[in-house]
């Protein structure tokens, strides 16, 4: 049987690297995109690394940017992929309101650059496009939020993913292309960017258990959302574009938790209990039993404006597609606190 054809934005990302594996295990071909930069940024997928001359590799990097329209055309000519999965971006929402014009020409333009090529390609009708949109395009509405929940970004990077999220549902069905959009709430991993809360504080905890930190540093511990694993939510991402028709659905854990507990699980991993102390700015946590202050809040790491409260449903994709989370938020807290730990341990 003829192996299908995947084509990954943003594989050397977290959840491109997780995909990757998935498909590989799932026997395709995997194409992705890498950029061009002056140190390598290929550590995530550097374990699945096929030889260029191998001429048996299912796993094929090539150059490219989806901020140029021309060479993703032409790769997706030449690659003809039966899915394509969008998953680049500047997905930070913290550095959007710093790069907001470069974060909507990746996150918004590069998906119409993507969708348009595929709308000129002569095989457009056989190929599947992921869109990988996010519950930042909510906003603050402070409920549960499902495919039928209205739109209110209040970031660049917000913004970008709506403006994305839209074109992929305007392609869909102006020209009959199999477009879905995955609404991802937070996903998290061993693999996670390290300035992403969740990857900071269990780095820190690992690093302040070993001795080789005093202090965690964050922006707002009061903001709420809805964590899964990214080993689940690749999964959902693959189970959608296996469904018989083009759709949107929540990808989520029909769950929330505070910055504060996240940051509480993390040390209790490793045998600390953090008591807080003080308001806002002069919040501190420190240790019940030594009362060493461990963690610190500084005002560096709030944004212009803040999402305070995400929770999803993910009904809509259980009913149908019969996704659902498997990995617990406890579970994953300390899966990558352990993960962190032995890294540090074996260096
Ligand atoms: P990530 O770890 O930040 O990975 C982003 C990927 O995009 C990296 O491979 C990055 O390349 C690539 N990229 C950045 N700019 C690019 C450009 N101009 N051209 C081509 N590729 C570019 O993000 P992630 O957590 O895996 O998320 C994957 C996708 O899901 C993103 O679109 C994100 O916005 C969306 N999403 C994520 C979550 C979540 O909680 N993780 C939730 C909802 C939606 P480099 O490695 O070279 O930087
Ligand atoms: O980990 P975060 O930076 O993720 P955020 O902003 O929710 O965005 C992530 O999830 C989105 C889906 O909802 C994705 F679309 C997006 O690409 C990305 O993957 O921040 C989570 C929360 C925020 O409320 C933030 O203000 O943690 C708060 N926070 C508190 N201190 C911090 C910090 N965030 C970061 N990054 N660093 C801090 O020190």
Known sequence: MKKKIAFITGITGQDGSLLAKLLLNKNYIVHGIKRRASSFNTKRIDSIYQDHQNKSKRLILH?????????????????????????????????SFINPEYTTNVDG??????????????????????????????????KTLNEDSIFEPVSPYASAKLLAYWNTKIYRQAYGIFASNGIMF??????RGENFISKKTTKAVAEISLGLRDILYVGNLNSYRDWG?????????????QYKKPDDFVIATNKTHSVRRFIEIAF??????????????????????????LVKVDKIYFRPNEVEYLK????????????????????????????????????
């Open 186 to 191: 937070n996903h998290e991993s061993s693999q």
């Open 312 to 347: 999803g449903n993910y009904s809509k994709i259980n009913k149908l597609i019969g996704w659902k989370p498997k990995m617990t938020f406890e579970k994953l807290v300390n899966k990558m606190v352990d993960y962190d730990l032995k890294k540090l341990k074996n260096k």
């Open 229 to 241: 694993y990214a080993g689940d939510y690749v999964e959902a991402m693959w189970k959608i574009m």
């Open 63 to 95: 150059y490219g940017d989806l901020t140029d329209s021309l060479s993703l055309y032409d790769l997706l000519n030449k690659i003809k992929p039966d899915e394509i999965y969008n998953l680049g971006a500047q997905s930070h929402v913290a550095i």
């Open 268 to 293: 209790k991993r490793v045998g600390i209990k953090i008591i807080w102390k003080g308001k806002g700015i002069n919040e501190v946590g420190f240790e019940k039993k030594s009362k060493k202050i």
């Open 109 to 142: 333009i590069g998906n119409l650059r993507l969708l348009d090529a595929i709308s000129k390609l002569k095989f457009k009708k056989s190929v599947k496009f992921f869109q990988a949109s996010t519950s930042e395009m909510y906003g603050n509405q402070k």
